[in-house]
């Protein structure tokens, strides 16, 4: 049966917003939004809107929403050019990784979730993999690559719940693929990276444009050009224009597309040059792939109601810790004191535990236990079992089918791997071993947000395909690395092991608030397996502290390792803390005492990005990370 961009429709893409009306300090005062900015200054100034709000990773690409806005485009356009942007930008992103989104849709006031997350190829199974000496699929290469999920979820979101055409949306990100001037961190992240991208042909004649010189990667401002993957963007709107000519819909026109990169002439080339540098995705693979449209999860802190998309991605330990966090007080903790950073650390443990035993593609069996795992009861059975006065270094998963009426199918593994927790312990990493590990746990992408005055709310976090990528021939697409976040071993996770057509779970994980029944809050960070760690903590500034959306962005906060990283070699390191420079020194002892291992960063709080709707004034506020090249254009 013929597929097309309509029936793969399940969910949609998020509209960071939030709306602050008289926030509460930490002291507990109601101020108003223009005396708060007199208590405290934040280092980038908060972002006001009233027509229309467009945040994202790079100043270029925010830009480019800004351009749909004044095209009279919703925040689903101008949220869907700067995800086309930072995409040919290389913002630790490409055309070949996934995109996943949350909407707000005002017309039917539901939040929709948007999968455009890719699938592991036809010959993609633990045998192939072990065969080659590996104990979880590579984290770079032709052989970490999951179906390209960007394009078409992309193409799905402007679609179903855009209005301008594709040509209008794609127009910045081929200019920008002529050639664009550059910046200093992607130039240079090239230019670290080289000695691997010369392993593939296509990604070193892109990327390298002075081979032989002691520099071989572009410089800062210099005009970096990709003609290959212009010619492949010009291809999919001479598809839409095509079919618009033929008279057909503007859906139709775009789902045209559509068929051209997962069918037709753009995916032969993809697919070849794949196989050509030994990679495993076929033309079937990419022909049976579909963006879904799905219902998203949910759970109430304190009256909030919080949304996260499914258990394909870690979004639902977020609402867990939440649901752990409702039995503590933790404005009379006091932010960031010991306490605090204690149970919030070890809610998160609990919650991540969960994560890295339960959560999968939920539409591969066996079914992952969302009731019982998002059960308020299992929750308070959990709290129950928190430590106070230590670090609980072999925290592991609880049992979630009670709380949901069933029996657990993996109780043997799950008592295997609580066994091996209290017998085992994590080596102490050499710090070069701790560094490189340090690095791939936290690996940003990039967050894309936006906003309108009709309502539509949009976060993005789209990821994959970061540099070192290994890019698809006379495609100029740069591969998914995503096949690295599946195991092998079905005793870490039975719900994640590498199957073929299944979406590896996932860190990007893009999230939205209401209060009072109306939108409040959206929010998404880039970073690995610290975003839901960095999300929580937003939240909970805003929520128990009173912080405006920028304060909260800039505030400083913390990170645990004891989780299992996502990528490479899955490892964890418990008991390590990444904490804010700013730290007291009581506190700092406090910590140590209770058994961490603490480490110190000037900057703590995560490339967040939000949008706050104001409903009180009718405005939207915007908060954007202080470090790194967030930027936001509001009008």
Known sequence: MKSSLRAAVLTSTVAVTMIMTQPDTALGQAVTPAVARSIAKTQKPPLHGKHWMA?????????????????????????????????????????????????????????????????????????????????????????????????????????????????????????????????????????????????????????????????????????????????????????????????????????????????????????????????????????????????????????????????????????????????????????????????????????????????????????????GLLSKEYAKSRAATMRMDRNDAIAGPGDPYPFQGGRNPHAELLEKQRRAAVSASSPELSAQAHDAFKQGFQSGTTTVVSADAQGWLVAMTPSGGWIPATIAGRTGIGLSQRMQSFVLDPTLNPYNVLEPGKRPRVTLTPSLAFKDGQPWLAFAVQGGDSQDQNLLQFFLNVVEFGMTPQEAAEAANFNSFQMRSSFDKHESQPGRIVLNESIPQWVRRELVQRGYKPEFEARTSGPINAILLDHAHGTMWGGSSNHGEDYGVAW
């Not at 017309?107 to 080659?132: C, D, H, W, Y």
């Not at 000496?133 to 970490?144: D, I, M, S």
């Not at 409702?326 to 969960?354: C, P, R, W």
């Open 55 to 371: 945040i994202t990773g790079k100043p270029l690409a925010a830009t480019a929403g800004a351009m749909m806005f004044q095209r009279g485009g919703n925040a689903v356009d101008a949220a869907c050019a700067m995800l086309a942007a930072t995409s040919t930008m290389w913002d630790v992103l490409s055309w070949g990784g996934e995109t996943q989104a949350l909407i707000y849709d005002p017309r039917t006031k539901k939040v929709i979730a948007i999968n455009g997350l890719g699938i592991a190829p036809s010959g993609a199974t633990p045998e192939f993999f072990r065969k080659q000496g590996l104990e979880f699929p590579p984290a770079y290469g032709p052989l970490a690559a999951v179906t390209p999920g960007t394009p078409g979820g992309l193409m799905l979101m402007l679609a179903e719940y855009g209005t301008l055409s594709l040509g209008d949306v794609l127009g910045p990100s081929i200019e920008l693929a002529d050639g664009y001037p550059i910046d200093g961190e992607t130039a240079d992240n090239i230019e670290r990276w080289k000695e691997k991208l010369k392993e593939w042909p296509y990604s070193k004649q892109v990327m390298l444009p002075h081979l032989g010189d002691a520099r071989e990667a572009p410089r800062a401002g210099e005009i970096f050009r990709q003609p290959d993957l212009a010619a492949t963007l010009r291809k999919l709107v001479d598809a839409e224009k095509t079919a618009l000519a033929a008279g057909r819909s503007r859906k139709e026109a775009i789902q045209a597309a559509y068929d051209r990169f997962y069918r037709g002439d753009v995916a032969q080339e993809f697919v070849r040059s794949v196989q050509e540098q030994g990679g495993l995705i076929t033309l079937d693979d990419l022909a049976k792939w579909r963006p879904l449209v799905e219902e998203p999860l949910t759970t109430s802190y304190r009256g909030i109601d919080v949304y996260k998309l499914d258990t394909w991605t870690q979004g639902p330990a977020l609402l867990q810790s939440l649901n752990l966090l409702e039995h503590f007080d933790l404005k009379a903790q006091g932010y960031n004191s010991a306490n605090y950073i204690h149970t919030v650390y070890q809610a998160m443990n609990l919650a991540f535990a969960d994560r890295d035993f339960y959560y999968g593609d939920p539409n591969f069996p066996p079914d992952e236990p969302r009731k």
